[in-house]
């Protein structure tokens, strides 16, 4: 009886603390969401039919990023000017982008700056129902440390304002440490060099170019990260079109249908959570009609 007994309790105990590890994956919202980078916001009515008839609960939008001037010094740089109201219904998430080369050492008070700069955009603007900030940066191993430092320091900053905080995760830094904030955005796009070729899948064993916005094949080796991944993860894909000139020719990138959708299935079968908040990049008209409805509603499926 002693042995059973110790055996209910060793199974309720895993049990508890299997339904913890659960818990921790949660990321508190869900839904479907878009980025929204532009440097004025002002939707159109086919905009707002986008955000009506996909449910978008959240616009992720960009308010400013932080950049290195002529002086070295670590400044705001291209601000969001609103030229229209927010929709009703929907809430909006500041999100500011880092670039990488002001990692080399932050100024002591950028974190409470940057803060303070989205709480007075909002009252100015009169943006509501403001609960979450979101920093976007492609921080590397070399200066992770640095970078995780400062985001300590913002999520400190927004605690004081009531607010969460959420960061960019890109492939390459899930074999990282989790950066500390309340969950991450697996960006699942810009996942290739944009000058590599992939060997192909012809018969003569030909060499073709890879798609550097979304390839099945540059993800798959990221993929063994996820199921240990201690941060809870919501997931983003890409709807834009990538245009650019490769030796005087002009090449033009856009994901492929299939590989948004392979890419989704792989993710969501080693984290469920990678389902339960999803992100397309971004609202903009072209990009709303490059892919079909029922394409758009097969990406927020879940």
């Not at 990488?100 to 007075?120: K, T």
């Not at 018969?203 to 993800?219: C, E, F, K, M």
């Amino acid at each position: 009886m002693i042995r059973k007994a110790a055996l209910i309790i060793i199974g309720a105990l895993l049990l508890l603390s299997s339904c913890s590890q659960r818990a921790k994956t949660s990321i508190a919202r869900s839904g479907n969401v878009v980025y929204y980078w532009r440097t004025t916001f002002s939707l159109d009515s086919l905009q707002l039919y986008f955000l009506r008839h996909h449910h978008i609960s959240s616009i992720y939008c960009r308010y400013f990023d932080v950049v290195k001037d002529a002086k070295e010094e670590v400044v705001p740089n291209a601000t969001i000017q609103f030229r229209q109201a927010i929709p009703d219904g929907i809430e909006i998430v500041p999100t500011v982008f880092i670039m990488n080369n002001c990692m080399q050492q932050f100024p002591d008070s950028l974190a409470q700056r940057i803060v303070r700069r989205i709480v007075q955009m909002n009252e100015t603007h009169d943006v509501t129902n403001v609960h979450e900030i979101q920093i976007d940066c492609d921080y590397t191993a070399r200066n992770r440390k640095l970078y995780y430092q400062f985001l300590q320091e913002v999520r400190d900053a927004a605690a004081a304002h009531g607010l969460r905080l959420s960061t960019t995760i890109r492939l390459h830094q899930l074999s990282m440490p989790a950066p500390p904030a309340d969950y991450g955005v697996l960006m699942l796009y810009n996942t290739g060099e944009p000058n590599r070729f992939i060997k192909g899948r012809n018969a003569d064993g030909s060499w073709q170019r890879h798609n550097p916005i979304l390839d099945l094949r540059d993800v798959q080796p990221y993929v063994r990260y996820l199921k240990d991944y201690p941060l809870p993860l919501a997931a983003a894909y890409p709807v834009f079109r990538w245009q650019r000139t490769l030796h005087g020719v002009q090449v033009e990138h856009v994901a492929k249908y299939d590989d948004i959708i392979r890419t989704k299935q792989l993710v969501e079968a080693e984290r469920a959570d990678l389902s339960q908040l999803i992100f397309t990049y971004h609202l903009d008209n072209e990009n709303i009609l490059r892919y079909t409805t029922e394409q758009y509603e097969n990406i927020y499926h879940h």
